[in-house]
């Protein structure tokens, strides 16, 4: 299991950027494939973007696709989710999560551990 801690939320106007880190404990970080899931006040958790083991592959839900972008550093232990051109409809809790299941995946079933959450509000 890796213990996850997300921070960089905050508020901002619609048409300005956050950055918001995940940061990890655990040895097997490297292995795995990083998520970043969210959920609006009213609504279930959705896929936001996938990046895997190496960084080499990602992925994003159609939302978030040209505005947002994922990254990692695995010697810091850390994941990265770059939010650019935010819009009132992305605000919401942030979480990442990680997943061992050695594939990239979007089903929030596949991912084992969570953060805590971190707070996006956009304001128009």
């Known amino acids: 299991q890796v213990q996850l801690v997300e921070s960089g939320g905050g508020l901002v106007q619609a048409g300005g950027s956050l950055r918001l880190s995940c940061a990890a404990s655990?040895?097997?970080?490297?292995?795995?494939?990083m998520g970043w899931f969210r959920q609006a006040p009213g609504k279930e958790r959705e896929f936001v973007a996938v990046i895997t083991w190496s960084g080499r592959s990602t992925y994003y839900a159609d939302s978030v696709k040209g505005r947002y972008t994922v990254s990692r550093d695995n010697a810091k232990n850390t994941v990265h989710l770059q939010m650019n051109s935010l819009k009132p409809e992305d605000t919401a809790v942030y979480y990442c999560?990680?997943?061992?299941?050695?594939?990239?995946?979007?089903?929030?079933?596949?991912?084992?551990?969570w953060g805590q959450g971190t707070q996006v509000t956009v304001s128009s």
């Open positions: 655990g040895r097997t970080f490297s292995s795995s494939v």
């Open positions: 999560a990680a997943s061992f299941i050695g594939a990239l995946t979007t089903r929030q079933a596949d991912f084992g551990s």
